[in-house]
């Protein structure tokens, strides 16, 4: 994703995790030259899912059964980050998912224009506190996304 914004800001950094103001002191000092160090500290608190069935309404194409209908990213990787709007950053990241398709789809799926970028929400996953009684602060804006499927067989293990 490129430049996911949150769709709401914390006012007081002291409301999220410590990690956040320690990056946003070194995005401060050196934003370039501090940015694998803010990376490691803020890439726990990005949950990136893949949601088949914002592509795939029917259930037609991906074997999402039960739990599988949000598919966590299996590596995540911020590789930008912008505190220019407050206290939770702007994100520039890439993640990976493997997604269960169903054998008989595989082809149909390399026909189809599908919007392969609907299918990603990301967010920062935040533990609530005595100010904030939940925070789930969904990216919702950004400045592009791009979604290369690479489509391989999927056997089930049953």
Not at 24 to 46: P, V
Not at 111 to 128: C, H, N, P, Q, T
Request: glycine residues 6%; contains cysteine.
């Amino acid at each position: 994703m490129n430049w996911g914004e949150p769709v709401d800001q914390v006012e007081r950094m002291v409301d999220l995790p410590p990690e956040f103001a320690v990056s946003k002191e070194l995005w401060d000092r050196d934003s370039i030259g501090n940015s694998d160090a803010m990376s490691k500290l803020l890439e726990r608190y990005l949950e990136v899912l893949f949601l088949p069935l914002n592509i795939d309404f029917q259930g037609n194409y991906f074997d999402v059964q039960g739990n599988q209908s949000e598919i966590a990213a299996r590596h995540c990787s911020i590789v930008g980050i912008d505190f220019g709007l407050g206290c939770l950053p702007k994100v520039r990241f890439e993640a990976w998912f493997d997604v269960p398709v169903l054998p008989a789809s595989i082809n149909k799926l390399r026909e189809l224009d599908l919007m392969w970028s609907d299918a990603v929400s990301a967010s920062w996953k935040v533990k609530s506190n005595d100010r904030i009684s939940e925070l789930d602060l969904t990216i919702g804006s950004h400045r592009g996304i791009e979604c290369i499927p690479l489509v391989v067989p999927y056997f089930s293990n049953d």
